[in-house]
């Protein structure tokens, strides 16, 4: 009696057990990924769409959730959390991954003037950003998954366009507290007014700022043709955005999904670069229809502001990114 309750206790047990691994095995691999963007925008819409791939591709093994709207905290606490491996993933700007990383050649991917119009920048993402990146980030514990663009960044002005650069002298700019962008706007002549994006529509508005600056996908985003009456093409900067993910979690996903994951990446980049003249077409259509006045600066003027932009390339072809420089530049021809 005793011999047959035991085995009926060992069995019961070996099922328990064997039930458990089985669970274990099919728990799907779970990977987070924060951004600032609010839903709508090409920088929100791209992660979902890549999430719906990797889910689809891999049969349910791997689950990436989005966190938008800066849901973990800002963009630098992000890049930060990405560093140490508490978030998987995030996307930023390359000119601010080189503050979070302490690597500021990575800022050489957002020199002021460098891409002149989106397909420009299309081509640097495709060509150049795959190459150069991986050897300027190895050993700082995170991967390149993949790029995307956020546009050609413009300023939006609250009294007067921008038709030369003598019209930028003394303008209060709001920006981004990020040190390229500072930089360009002071030796464009303005003074710069920094703040968390989520504050620019009120810095606006109550007049701390007489201007602010993004991408015009972002700015309709934030609802800023409520609060700005000129939109002035300048094209002062073209934002890459790079998707960092921790260089443990990639590793923590078995080979043969790393390289789904992988081609996933390389669609949902290239998706989101042909869409994104799209995205910023209709967001300068709505500004139009709300009474946005919008302009376009001659070329001579747009070189002027490059010159005057000359310190800020010297700073990095010290850094003996002369040839790379060059490289993005000639894109341009």
Known sequence: MRRNLFCVVLCL????????????AEKPISLNFGHIQNPGHSLAIAPEEFKAMVEERTHGKIVVNIFPSSQLGTAREMME???????????????????????????????????????????????????????MIEGAGVRLLMTYSNGIRQPLLKHHPINSLDDIKGLKMRTAETAMYVDLWNALGASTVTSAWSEAYTLLRQGVADALEADVTGLVNQNMQEVGKYLSKIGHLGAIYCVFINEGAWNSIPEDLRKIVQECALESQEKQLLGRQASD?????????????????SPEERNRMKDACKAIYEK???MGLSELIDRMLALNS
């Open 281 to 297: 077409d209709a967001a300068e259509r709505t500004m139009r229809e709300a009474g946005v006045v919008v302009n376009d600066i």
């Open 81 to 135: 959390q990405v560093s140490m491996g508490t978030l998987d993933m995030t996307c930023c700007d390359t000119a601010d991954w080189a503050s979070a990383l302490s690597i500021p050649q990575l800022a050489v991917f957002n020199l002021p003037f460098l891409t002149k119009n989106l397909a420009t920048q299309a081509t640097l993402i495709r060509t150049i950003v795959p190459t150069e990146v991986p050897s």
């Open 316 to 318: 990095y072809e010290k």
């Open 13 to 24: 047990i070996l099922l328990f057990a064997c039930g458990n691994l089985a669970g274990a």
